[in-house]
């Protein structure tokens, strides 16, 4: 390491609550979740709570697969799979581009190989916690934040048209079509951090403000748990899936994900 390089911040824990489950409309749940190297596709809505110790790089991802749904389900499970096979060389902003890159590509090919999957997509969101910091990335609808003091702030960008209902690109689509993931950076504080991933059968459920609301629960279990529950209450129009990802400090920090009191 050299003089100009800053040391990368020492860390608890990370603490993983997460929830995949069918809607209250689709027969089936496109949706995946990638939770520490765990993959999940259930229909039912049961919140899993996971900890670990703070050894990087982790990754959780969130996929919501298009293309029909015997399709859709093996989109968004074959990218998360692939997902975990991959990261743990992604150690630049490059890398991670160029890695999902790959699992577009990937998911491409296999969905060529079968008339059943062709045409088979899946957006994808996921934050990669690092020595270096977080890398946040997304392709498609699906969505990342930062959760700072109780305050939601969106870091992934949305692929979608003027009216929101069109994905502008996802993984697996035709390599004519350069694929363009969007990769961020962000900074690790010593007091910790918290991230929510979540597909648009979230996001796209609850009113923004509602959204924020929510996203001042201290505890991510009740949190993820509310999500789920207010979605359910909205009709739950499409499959959900959200995680909450909280990154715990050493003793004597306090948690950024706490609202301010």
Not at 1 to 7: C, G, I, K, Q, V
Not at 155 to 171: I, N, Y
Not at 201 to 226: F, K, M, S, W, Y
């Amino acid at each position: 390491m050299t003089a100009s390089t800053p040391a990368p911040h020492a860390f608890a824990a990370v603490r993983v609550c997460a929830v995949t489950a069918r809607g209250a409309v689709r027969a089936g749940n496109e949706d995946a979740v990638l939770v520490l190297d765990w993959i999940s596709q259930s229909p039912r809505a049961r919140v899993t709570d996971l900890t670990t110790a703070w050894t990087p790089p982790l990754a959780c991802a969130v996929a919501d697969g298009l293309g029909g749904h015997r399709a859709g389900e093996l989109a968004s499970r074959l990218a998360a799979a692939d997902l975990a096979n991959r990261y743990i060389a992604w150690d630049s902003p490059r890398a991670v581009h160029d890695g999902i890159v790959a699992v577009g590509r990937a998911l491409h090919d296999t969905a060529a190989r079968q008339p059943g999957t062709a045409g088979m997509r899946t957006t994808i969101a996921g934050v990669l916690l690092t020595g270096d910091g977080a890398y946040v990335f997304n392709v498609g609808d699906s969505r990342a934040y930062r959760i700072t003091d109780g305050y939601l702030e969106q870091l992934s960008v949305d692929d979608s048209g003027p009216d929101g209902a069109t994905v502008t690109q996802c993984l697996g689509d035709p390599p004519a079509d350069p694929l363009a993931p969007h990769v961020a950076l962000a900074s690790l504080d010593p007091a910790g951090a918290r991230f929510l991933l979540c597909t648009d059968g979230v996001h796209g459920q609850l009113d923004e403000r509602r959204l924020r609301a929510i996203c001042r629960t201290p505890d991510p279990r009740a949190l993820v748990e509310t999500l789920r529950d207010e979605v359910y209450a909205a009709g739950a129009a499409d499959n959900l899936t959200a995680v909450v990802v909280d990154v715990l400090p050493l003793p004597g920090e306090p948690h950024p994900g706490d609202p301010e009191r």
